[in-house]
Nanobody, 115 residues
Framework: QVHLVESGGGLVQAGESLRLSCAASGINFRLYTMKWHRQAPGMQRELVASISSNSSADYADVVKGRFTISRDNVWNRVYLQMSSLKPEDTAVYYC?????????WGRGTQVTVAS
């Protein structure tokens, strides 16, 4: 069974940094594309960043140059390093992958950026 558990969220001031972590189990992690999404209150969930099995990364335009996604295939973790955080980055951040045609999600971790 696929299990994704996010951690690392918290309350920070604008301009500060935060690193999110997602621990994955139940899959051959190194073969999977992993994604970070976020959902702000009253907004739709949006894709923030993705990283392929060969570590090719893509980013939403709103986070390019500020966020970095990475993966550790030994510890089966995917990370999201967030820098120069803005109040509009406030959201619940979710880890996601697709396995055998189904989407799997973690429970999310709250990131709050104070101005």
């Amino acid at each position: 069974q696929v299990h994704l558990v996010e951690s690392g969220g918290g309350l920070v001031q604008a301009g500060e940094s935060l690193r999110l972590s997602c621990a994955a189990s139940g899959i051959n992690f190194r073969l999977y594309t992993m994604k970070w999404h976020r959902q702000a209150p009253g907004m739709q969930r949006e894709l923030v960043a993705s990283i392929s099995s060969n570590s090719s990364a893509d980013y939403a335009d709103v986070v390019k140059g500020r966020f970095t996604i990475s993966r550790d295939n030994v510890w089966n973790r995917v990370y999201l390093q967030m820098s120069s955080l803005k109040p509009e980055d406030t959201a619940v951040y979710y880890c996601n992958t697709r396995h055998r045609g189904s989407e799997f999600w973690g429970r999310g971790t709250q990131v709050t950026v104070a101005s």
